[in-house]
C-alpha cells in the first residue's frame, strides 16, 4: 500500500537517497545544469528549491542549515553569491526540468535540470518579440492587395 507516500524513494535506502540529493545539489549549484533521469530531476527540484530559497535571505542561520544539507562550502558559496543574487526577485521555480529522451542501455527517461536564471539563451530570446500568427485564406494583407490590384486593372479598363 502507498497510504502517506510523499515522495519518490528512488529504489534506495535513505542514507543512499539522502546521499544522492546532497551529490546532485552540489553539481547543480556548481554547475547551473546537469543530466540525469526525470524521476532523479525532480526529486532533486523538490530538494534543492527550498535551499535556494533559504539562501535568497542570506542570514548566518540559513546558511548554516544549508550547510548542514550539503556539506560543502563552495557550493554554499556559490549559492549564498551569485546564484541568490541573481534569484532574489524571483517568488520561486528556480529549476526547469527539460526532457531529452530516452536512455540507449535501459530506456530510462532522461531530463536537464537547470537553473532557470542562469541559461543565457533562454534570456536572450525572452526580449525578443514572437511574431503573431495568422489564418490562411482570411481577410488579410495579401487579399486586400489582390483586390486593390484587380479594382485598378478593371478601372483602367473601362478608361480605354
Known sequence: MRHGKKFNHLGRKKGHRKALLKNLSIALITHKRINTTLAKAKALRVHVEPLITK???????NRRVVF??????????????????KIGDRPGGYCRIIKTGTRAGDAAEMAMI?????????????????????RRGGKGKGTAAAAATAVAAKASSEEE
Not at 539562501?55 to 542561520?61: C, I, S
Not at 548542514?68 to 549564498?80: D, G, H, I, R, W
Not at 526580449?127 to 500568427?133: E, I, L, V
Open 114 to 134: 537547470e537553473l532557470v536564471d542562469f541559461n543565457e539563451l533562454m534570456l536572450a530570446n525572452k526580449g525578443a518579440k514572437k511574431k503573431t500568427r495568422r
Open 55 to 61: 539562501a535568497k535571505k542570506g542570514d548566518q542561520h
Open 68 to 85: 548542514s544539507y550539503l556539506q560543502n562550502k563552495e557550493a554554499v558559496t556559490e549559492l549564498f553569491g551569485p546564484v541568490a543574487a
